[in-house]
C-alpha cells in the first residue's frame, strides 16, 4: 500500500501505491487504517489526497495543529507539487499553461470550460521520452478534483493507463506525485520520488534533465 519516505515529529511522508484509495471504499481496511497499524500511531490525518489509480508523495498529519498548519499551506498554495504522467498521445500543446473551469461531465468524469470564474490552472511541460511516449512535468497550481487528468484530456494527450479519460489500456495508471517542498516551522523541505512500479515508465536522466526535474 506504501513506502515510508519520510518520518517528522509532527508528519509523515509515503509514497501510495497506486490503485490504492486513501479512504476505505468497500475494503475491510484502508490506506489511514494501515499506515496507524504498521507505523504504531494511532492518530493520523489526511492532510491531501491523491486520486486511487495516482502513485507517489502523500503527506500525513500526526496530531491536530500540525494538520492544521499544514493544511492551511495546501488552502494558501504554499506548497508546491509537481507530477509525472506518461502518455501515448501526440500532444496538441507540449508545455505552457492550462486553465479552465471544471464541470462535471458524465461517469463519474469532469471536463475542461473556458469560463475562468474559479479555474483549475496546471503548468505543464514535456519531452519525448521515446517514440510514442510523451513525459509530462505537471506542476498544480490549484487542487481541483482530477485536475491533472482533465487538462491532459483536453490537450489530446489523456494519461496512459487511464481509461475513465480515454487513455490507452495499461498495467496501471502513469500519473505518479513526484515532488513536493514547503516550508514548515522555519524549515524547507524538500522531496522527490520517482515511481516504483509501471513497465512503461523508463525514465533516464535525461529526460527528467530535460524537464529541469534533476
Not at 140 to 164: M, N, Y
Amino acid at each position: 500500500m506504501f513506502k515510508l519516505v519520510y518520518t517528522h515529529k509532527d508528519f509523515y511522508l509515503i509514497n501510495k501505491s497506486q490503485n490504492i484509495s486513501v479512504h476505505r471504499d468497500d475494503n475491510p481496511i484502508g490506506l489511514m487504517d494501515k499506515l496507524k497499524e504498521d507505523l504504531g500511531d494511532p492518530q493520523l490525518f489526511l492532510i491531501h489526497r491523491l486520486d486511487k489509480m495516482t502513485s507517489g508523495l502523500l503527506l500525513i498529519g500526526r496530531n491536530k495543529k500540525a494538520a492544521r498548519l499544514l493544511s492551511e499551506l495546501f488552502v494558501q498554495r504554499e506548497i508546491k507539487k509537481i507530477y509525472l504522467a506518461l502518455t501515448d498521445k501526440k500532444a496538441k500543446k507540449k508545455q505552457g499553461k492550462i486553465v479552465g473551469d471544471m464541470v462535471r461531465s458524465r461517469r463519474s468524469t469532469w471536463k475542461l470550460i473556458k469560463t475562468k470564474e474559479n479555474p483549475a490552472i496546471t503548468i505543464l511541460k514535456s519531452v519525448s521520452l521515446r517514440p510514442g511516449f510523451r513525459l509530462f512535468s505537471c506542476e498544480l497550481k490549484t487542487g481541483k478534483t482530477h485536475q491533472i487528468r482533465v487538462a491532459l484530456k483536453s490537450i489530446g494527450t489523456p494519461i496512459l493507463g487511464d481509461t475513465l479519460y480515454s487513455g490507452t489500456s495499461a498495467d496501471r495508471g502513469y500519473l505518479h506525485a513526484y515532488y513536493l517542498s514547503f516550508s514548515y516551522q522555519n524549515q524547507k523541505f524538500e522531496f522527490h520520488c520517482l515511481p516504483d512500479t509501471g513497465s512503461h515508465w523508463q525514465l533516464t536522466p535525461e529526460a527528467l534533465q530535460g524537464l529541469a526535474l534533476c
